[in-house]
């Protein structure tokens, strides 16, 4: 039952992960209309190796949380500075990407290792199953341990895997919608990360 409910928890946090939009779903559509959805699935293939590993990342990170809790304040504070971060690379990517639209072609034999590359850029995927494990083990919902943490890892894997090949069987239906949404996803999320820092600072300095 434990094997199950890790496997579960895994799956469907990596889902909601991976349903909004990003570059790496933006670029599977892409490639699947670019060179095939077998191609697709060998760059997703990439892009799940990567994030099974960013999994158990995140959840030692969460169970060293939770077991220190001196150090959170420390870590809100980090966390902070990293928010502020990121939230102008958003920035400077959204108004970049107005300028000069970046096209990059990727050969089909080298696709698995090209989804490992460009999974690597995403520096989202840590905080995010940092921060959604730690809700869990909040919640009495996950208790980490080595081969919880592993089943866990294999149901994010899965998830994100499922996740990423629907976009690359439906591909021709949603290119459009995806890339108009994917355009100002950067934007939206610049936002969204400096809301969320500006409000941990107050919260900081005004305790």
Do not use: W
């Not at 034999?109 to 090209?114: D, E, G, H, I």
């Not at 959604?132 to 894997?157: A, D």
């Not at 239906?173 to 809301?195: D, P, W």
């Amino acid at each position: 039952m434990n094997f199950l409910l890790c496997l579960v928890l895994g799956f469907l946090v990596a889902a909601l992960g991976s349903i909004t939009p990003s570059y790496l779903n933006l670029t599977v559509v892409k490639y699947s209309l670019k060179s095939g959805k077998v191609s697709a699935f060998y760059l997703i293939g990439g892009f799940a190796t990567v994030l099974f590993f960013q999994a158990n990342i995140g959840a030692y990170f969460s169970d060293i949380l939770m077991k220190n809790s001196e150090y959170i304040t420390l870590i809100q504070k980090i966390g902070t500075g990293i928010l502020v971060l990121l939230s102008l690379n958003f920035f400077r990517i959204h108004f970049n990407s107005k300028n000069k639209k970046k096209k990059f072609k990727i050969k089909k034999s080298k696709a698995y290792f090209s989804g490992i590359g460009l999974s690597l850029l995403n520096t989202i995927a840590i905080p995010f199953y940092f921060t959604s494990i730690s809700l869990l083990i909040s919640l009495n919902y996950f208790e980490y341990s080595l081969l919880n943490s592993l089943y866990f890892s294999i149901g994010s894997t899965l998830g994100s895997f499922s996740l990423y090949a629907l976009y690359a069987i439906i591909a021709s239906r949603i290119e459009h919608k995806l890339t108009t949404i994917a355009s100002k996803m950067n934007l939206i999320l610049g936002c969204l990360t400096g809301v969320v820092a500006i409000g941990n600072f107050v919260y900081l300095y005004a305790k």
